[in-house]
């Protein structure tokens, strides 16, 4: 599942994060976050959690926040957006500006924009 906020007032775009992370977690107490910067990037992360979730395992709450900037980053991520939105973990990316082709592509798989 896939929520993407962006837009040029990031303070508006942080706290609809916030918003979203509160809710996901009061619906999934059990779930763990976590939060992804370009420096903090991980590829094999990336595909250990867009793996499917096991019947004992928690859900996920992943923030990828301005990854798409990145363009090695983001070639990755949109390689793989069909299966963030297919995963049962939360998957909320946050940026402040996008390209319109790379709105178009989240969009189709995306549970909110």
């Not at 918003?19 to 903090?40: G, M, V, W």
């Not at 996008?98 to 798989?109: A, D, G």
Request: overall charge neutral; glycine content about 4%.
């Amino acid at each position: 599942m896939i929520y993407l906020l962006y837009g040029s007032n990031t303070s508006k775009a942080r706290e609809k994060m916030r918003e979203i992370l509160a809710l996901q977690l009061k619906k999934n107490p059990d779930a763990s976050y976590f939060k992804f910067e370009t420096d903090t990037w991980s590829s094999e992360k990336l595909e250990e959690f867009v793996g499917s979730k096991g019947l004992f395992q928690k859900k996920l709450i992943i923030i990828l926040d301005g990854l798409l900037a990145d363009k090695e980053i983001s070639k990755e991520i949109l390689e793989n957006i069909k299966k963030l939105g297919e995963s049962e973990n939360i998957f909320l990316l946050i940026e402040e500006t996008l390209t319109k082709e790379i709105v178009k592509k989240i969009e189709k798989v995306a549970e909110k924009v």
